[in-house]
């Protein structure tokens, strides 16, 4: 029964990452209280200070993007400690510790995926249901979110991510739970390692882009409705418009080849092996290709006049809503005529 | 399309259309023939145009994922109209059983691709002649440019040219001078990135090649069905096939003459665990010949391991049970023996079925229900199947006399009982007969109707035979298509200006860039050429 020891083991480590999570967002909650602490003494720019762009160094400083926050946040501890306003340098303090919680969480949740790989006998790649499917997604979105961050300023992602992590843990946990069993035969292909892999990287690196969309078109109805926003409120700390927009689609950018990989070119390629089509209009095929259809909507919008900024931000929320719909509800409502209907 | 976005200082005359996006859409329809017919296509190939239609083509596939599909599952599309009598033709009408050959799905996808045509020809155009331009002048105040870099160096000119040189490899150059000796300007203009367009233009460009491959394989290919009981045979031509998708042009004679013989099917039912019960590991025995007169060969069929036969391929797709049945008139005459397909309903193979005895005498009959493999009974769930193996086979039916509507001539499912001329059979109470059957057991039917009896438990499979001519068209296309969508999302195409001025022993580099791409940023990429013109040698 060591098989059971590895899916307990997983499952604990699932509770752990979810738990740590929580911490994580509490930690980035208290962070930021203390931003509008510190937003309420007057700094000379209240809106964006600390990690992201108190520091500021010339012509870069027109792109936060491309400046690590290591650099900003060492410049909060050493010279800069001085002269930033307690409640700021507070700020950054939790956020850094907001992240290694983060991090410690999805080392957790890595091996809850591990343990749920090795607890199939045979040993097999852990993406043969739903809940191991959005076991491995929701992972990619804390390990894009981490990998980001260390390179740019995606404070304001934190708090999404985090919550965004306990939600749909907690989901799968409730709702989609699957003990571990052996694969059906339709799903004993190379192909699934491939084919299920990059749709699963796909679709956390869209959700991903879809928060930033999300917060784009909070920001832009709010900052429309009051005429600007106030310094104390979270989306003042979310950074311009146009960066969100330029976040939301390396997003995009990067995640569509991937599904266009997984949707249209592993998946014909394996339902040509399996059910000798290519492209058969199962259910889930329709929707992958909607899907496809739409984000290609978004990728021309976000070029077109008029259809810039704010409509494109809600195609990219429609792609999501249909990406997320066509796995989980193609599942429960259309289960019994679909190829694809496995868990 | 995917334009380069924003602000873009490119200047006007370069910037590739898609049709016209600004101004052009709204003006008002003008009169003249040449002139309307310049409007409708700009009206068609503009980019709000095809944005539409990308939103039309995902709205207009919904209804194929709801709706029962007559390339999908004809079975389904059947037993869907019997269910829903008033909605049936109402939907056959509006061609919802199969969407996507509909003329209104293909009116979507035709304009689309007309507006693709539309996008992609001028731009190519227009790309063709970037391409052979030369990358344009340096600037006359570079220092206005978002990255602008300004250095000192203690080298002549030609060697502070060359450095610079160096930085730029890679990069389409344009070199100027003027000035007179010892105070001499060069300047250098260098553009890269000339790919992205390509990228884009492939990208659009494959989506054709892969509906060309489509519309071949859809066109002259054919893919059929067949459920064959164990033991029995297949032969490659139309009348075998349960169901028959052939493309338009595909006519019989297209069909290989194989033929086969399925001797045997294994599958291993999962004792104990978790998935106790489940099917494992199934495959199925054909002995086949390629043609008439050629050797007998045998293969064993799999999930995802088919059996290929001149182009054609054969699928294990599913399996279930076809229980053998005798029917006996009330004399002890047999007017019915053989097995009766029955198609598993959900993971547990309870089954459905149709059983119909037309030479059954005095009266046609008719049997409808299910099949369990291993029956139980509680109060609670009525009957039920507790493994999908055939452990326990019973099967359990309604019985029916009277006229089964077959010689009408009007096509009747083998899955469903038509039961206008038919009526229950009834027991000597007066209730509804149930006929109950477990193996080797015989149940008399009231009034002289006759003795059904279960002999034993056939298998069948679920064969699909098709064949996909220019599969590997399509493969091709979708696969330049994401080159080129690689190419188009993440080439930058950049402009790295240079001014060089000789002054004493000194030399004065202005460094300036432009990245053309939407939001990039050239600071890095500035930085370290300075790095390299300033670096000791």
Redesign the interface.
């Known amino acids: 029964m060591n098989n059971n020891l590895q899916e307990i083991l997983s499952n604990w480590a699932t509770m752990a990452a979810a738990a740590g999570y929580f911490v994580a967002l509490l930690v980035h909650l208290a962070e930021w209280a203390s931003r509008r602490e510190a937003a309420v003494t007057p700094t000379e720019q209240p809106v964006l200070a600390g990690v992201g762009a108190a520091a500021t160094d010339g012509a870069d400083a027109v792109d936060g993007e491309t400046r690590g926050p290591r650099g900003s946040s060492d410049a909060v501890d050493g010279s800069g400690a001085d002269t930033l306003p307690p409640a700021v340098a507070k700020a950054s303090r939790l956020f850094r510790l907001g992240v290694r919680v983060t991090w410690v969480a999805a080392v957790a949740h890595l091996a809850a995926v591990v343990l749920r790989s090795l607890a199939a006998e045979p040993v097999r790649v852990p993406w043969g249901n739903m809940y191991e499917f959005t076991l491995t997604s929701t992972l990619v979105v804390a390990l894009g979110y981490l990998l980001v961050e260390r390179r740019s300023d995606v404070s304001w992602l934190a708090p999404v991510v985090n919550g965004f992590n306990i939600i749909t843990l907690m989901a799968a946990m409730l709702l989609l739970y699957t003990p571990v069993t052996d694969l059906q035969d339709a799903l004993r292909s190379p192909w699934l390692v491939i084919h299920v892999f990059a749709a699963i990287i796909a679709t956390g690196a869209f959700t991903l882009g879809g928060m930033a969309s999300a917060l784009y078109i909070l920001k832009e109805n709010r900052a429309e409705k009051l005429g600007g926003l106030s310094p104390r409120s979270y989306l003042a700390r979310v950074p311009s418009l146009e960066r969100l927009d330029r976040f939301a689609y390396r997003a995009h950018a990067f995640a569509f080849p991937v599904w266009t990989f997984a949707a249209l070119i592993t998946g014909p390629i394996w339902a040509q092996a399996a059910w000798g089509r290519y492209w058969g209009w199962d259910p889930k095929e329709v929707w992958a290709f909607i899907t496809w259809v739409v984000y290609a909507a978004y990728l021309h919008a976000r070029a077109t006049a008029g259809w810039k900024g704010k409509a494109a931000a809600i195609i990219a929320l429609i792609g999501l809503a249909t990406l997320w719909f066509n796995f989980v509800g193609i599942n429960f409502f259309f289960g019994s005529g679909s190829q694809h209907s496995y868990a | ?6 602000k873009n200082d490119v200047p006007a005359a370069e910037t590739p259309r898609y049709g016209l ?2 101004g052009a859409a709204d003006a008002p329809m003008p009169l003249a023939p040449l002139e309307l017919l310049r409007w409708a296509w700009r009206q068609l190939t503009s ?2 145009t ?2 539409l239609l ?2 039309l ?2 709205l207009a ?2 209804p ?3 709706v ?2 007559e ?3 004809p079975i ?1 599309v059947s037993r869907w109209r019997e269910q829903h009598e008033t909605l049936a033709p109402i939907y056959e009408r509006l061609g919802l059983f199969s ?2 050959d509909s003329v209104w799905f293909s009116a979507i996808y035709i304009l689309l691709m007309i507006s693709l045509v539309g996008c992609i020809l001028p731009r190519t155009k227009v790309y063709w002649r970037a391409l052979r331009a030369k990358p344009p002048a340096v600037p006359r105040r570079l220092e206005r440019l ?2 602008y870099r300004r250095l000192e160096v203690a080298e002549d000119l030609a060697a502070a040219e060359a450095r610079v040189r160096d930085g730029l490899s890679g990069y389409r150059l344009v070199r100027s001078e003027s000035g007179p000796a010892g105070a001499r300007v060069v300047e250098l203009s260098a553009e890269k990135g000339y790919l992205r367009e390509a990228g884009n233009l492939l990208f659009h460009v494959s989506i054709l090649i892969v509906l060309v491959g ?1 519309a071949v394989g859809s066109l002259f290919g054919f ?1 059929g069905g067949v459920i064959v009981v164990t033991g029995n045979s297949f032969a490659n031509t139309l009348s075998q096939y349960d169901d028959l998708n052939p493309g338009s042009l595909f006519e019989a004679d297209d069909l290989a003459p194989f033929s086969f013989t399925v001797k045997d099917f294994d599958v291993t039912f ?1 004792r104990e ?3 106790a019960g ?5 495959s199925a025995e054909i002995e086949y010949r390629e043609s008439p007169d050629s050797e007998l060969e045998t293969e064993r069929i ?3 391991h ?1 059996l290929k036969i001149n182009g054609t ?1 054969v ?1 294990l ?1 599913g399996h279930g049970y076809a229980p053998v049945v005798t029917v006996r008139s009330a004399t002890g005459a047999v007017v019915f023996t053989g097995p009766v397909v029955f198609l598993p309903e ?1 993971s547990t193979f309870r089954s459905f079925g149709v059983i119909k005895i037309p030479d059954a005498a005095p009266q046609q009959l008719g049997f409808e229900g299910e099949f369990y493999p291993t029956y139980a009974f509680t109060m609670e769930t009525g009957p039920f199947t507790v493994l999908p193996d055939a452990k326990n086979p019973v099967l359990s039916l309604t019985a029916w006399a009277g006229d089964l509507g077959l010689d009408d001539g009007t096509p009747q499912s083998v899955y469903s009982l038509r039961k206008e001329g038919l009526d229950r059979i009834l027991k000597a109470d007066g209730k509804p007969m149930r006929v109950d059957l477990a193996l080797g057991k015989t149940v008399t039917l009231p009034d002289q109707l006759g003795t059904i009896t279960l002999d034993r438990v056939d298998r069948f499979v679920k064969l ?3 064949k ?1 001519p220019a ?1 590997w068209v ?2 091709l296309g ?2 330049l ?2 080159l080129g ?2 190419g188009s ?2 080439i930058r195409p950049r402009r790295v200006w240079a001014r060089l001025r000789e002054e004493d022993e000194q030399t004065t580099v202005e460094l300036a860039g432009l990245d053309r791409s ?2 990039g ?1 050239l ?2 990429e500035l930085d370290s050429l300075a790095r390299q013109v300033e670096e000791k040698r």
């Open positions: 399309m995917i334009r380069r976005s924003k996006d600004d980019m709000r095809a944005l990308l939103f083509l995902a596939s919904i194929g994922s709801v029962p599909q390339g999908v599952d389904r969407v996507y978002g990255d489509v893919r999962v665990g978790r998935s489940q099917a494992r590991n199934f799999r999930v995802n088919p391929d699928f797709i959900d699909q035979i098709s996909s599969s399509a493969l979708v696969s298509a994401l969508l690689l999302l993440f939407a939001g940023n600071a890095e």
